[in-house]
């Protein structure tokens, strides 16, 4: 069908090209040791590029089986169309095939989910634990007249809710984690640090508002990275809705601070994006300059530069890391406070003036030992204090994103705003 809508496309005077997702997914869900879910699904979709009179358009569809209709129905979208925006087709061949080096027993991933319960008995005030688990293997392709590529990736998706209570207050942690290949080894032991601070934090205080040096955990990094990931978009630097326009070649946060984009090292590995761009290895902010726009091939071409392969976003988008241990990070800190959740990134962040005012939970460390937790409080700050204010960059990734991942930072003179 595809090679049926490409030629019915050329007699139209259409050039097209057909981007295929192709997703495999296992779901397993389970409520306080008992099995909730066991799913087994298939999707296909398609993109459909159509360029006519150097104007690109887009049409999406989850089936081809009327080429003729596919046909009629872009023509439509042409005659309504008024901007003129350049694009090409991808060209060349690619032929990426899955590998993936494990077996799966998926009965073994069901217990060991259900198993979870079993926390209940070391930490008692657990009231609930709800768990999700997704393995996915994605395929894509794109095919026109001149080209053909195909790409296979797998990942896993860990999940956990859990509810504890202590006489009549209750807080809920939810936790996600992903992988390349199946860890829940290293799931358990997030989801054991995760329950140490959530305990803590039962008896949380609250704190005077003034500038304080903080540890920024990893999650909270990659959460704040990742809200911001379209300001390094060359779209919309272009459009003036991103803090970056005007600022490329410019230092625009601390020397520590190197940032990378690394598609085909990621925990879904990509070989291209969406229009059929080779992804590559690249520096967006190097040594603290913003030194890199990331771009599809419609800004690629208005700028007349290389294609970053950036159609879908960012793919592994992460800070470099550092060679500091988290208690290392927390000696270092000696007096201050961990913030380990935020909350509200939608609302709380200003992606055009880059303001930051997030409702978070934290550790307070006092001697360089956690001596009590902090509820209510509001990380108050903006993108740029926020990577320039850097004492020391953690060693240990995030991994509560597919996409963008951070270590954890050591920062200084950082607002909190708390009640007292």
């Known amino acids: 069908m595809k090679q049926k809508i490409i030629e019915l496309g050329k007699k139209a005077k259409i050039d097209i090209e057909i981007f295929e ?4 997914k296992v779901d397993i869900n389970t409520m306080n040791g008992k099995e909730k879910l066991f799913q ?10 159509a360029i006519k009179n150097e104007i690109s358009i887009e049409y999406m569809t989850d089936n081809l089986k009327n080429p003729n209709l ?14 003129k925006n350049k694009n090409f087709l991808c060209q060349g061949n690619l032929k990426h095939k899955l590998e993936q080096k494990e077996t799966l027993d998926y009965n073994k991933i069901k217990q060991d989910f259900l198993n979870l319960i079993d926390l209940k008995k ?8 709800e768990t999700t688990y997704s393995h996915y293997i994605n395929r894509y392709g794109i095919n026109n007249k001149e080209c053909s590529l195909t790409d296979e990736t797998y990942y896993h998706e860990y999940g956990v809710a859990i509810t504890i209570e202590k006489i009549d207050k209750k807080k809920v942690s939810f936790i996600n984690f992903y992988s390349e290949n199946y860890d829940f080894k290293s799931f358990y032991h997030y989801v054991r640090e995760k329950l140490e601070y959530l305990i803590i934090k039962l008896n949380g205080d609250n704190c005077t508002t003034k500038k304080y040096n903080i540890i920024l955990k990893n999650n909270a990094v990659a959460h704040i990275l990742n809200t911001f990931a379209n300001s390094f978009q060359s779209k919309d630097i272009e459009q003036n809705i991103s803090i970056l326009s005007g600022k490329r070649t410019q230092k625009i946060f601390d020397d520590k601070i190197t940032i990378v984009e690394d598609p085909k090292n990621g925990i879904e590995k990509r070989y291209f994006d969406t229009e059929g761009t080779i992804t590559y290895e690249k520096e967006i902010v190097k040594n603290g300059i913003f030194q890199l726009e990331i771009n ?17 976003g ?13 208690q290392e990070l927390i000696q270092k800190l000696n007096n201050g406070i961990i913030i380990d959740e935020i909350y509200g990134l939608h609302s709380g962040i200003d992606k055009k003036n880059g303001t930051i005012s997030l409702h978070a939970e934290g ?14 409080i509001i990380l108050s700050t903006n993108f740029f204090e926020l990577f320039s204010n850097v004492i020391e960059i953690g060693k240990e990734y995030s991994h509560n994103l597919l996409c963008v991942s951070a270590p954890s930072l050591l920062l200084k003179n ?3 705003v708390g009640k007292k």
């Not at 997702?21 to 495999?24: A, G, W």
């Not at 298939?42 to 459909?48: C, D, L």
């Open 296 to 312: 599809n091939l419609e800004y690629a071409t208005k700028q007349n530069v290389k294609a970053t392969g950036n159609a879908y």
């Open 40 to 49: 087994i699904t298939n999707v296909t979709s398609y993109r459909i590029k």
């Open 122 to 129: 070391e930490y008692p005030l657990i009231l609930n634990i």
């Open 363 to 376: 550790l307070v460390v006092e001697n360089g030992k956690i001596t009590n937790g902090l509820e209510m």
């Open 70 to 83: 596919i046909i009629d129905n872009i023509q439509n979208i042409f005659k309504l169309q008024e901007n």
């Open 314 to 326: 960012v793919n592994n988008l992460y800070i470099k890391s550092g060679d500091n241990s988290e």
């Open 21 to 24: 997702k192709t997703q495999e």
């Open 414 to 416: 950082i607002t909190i």
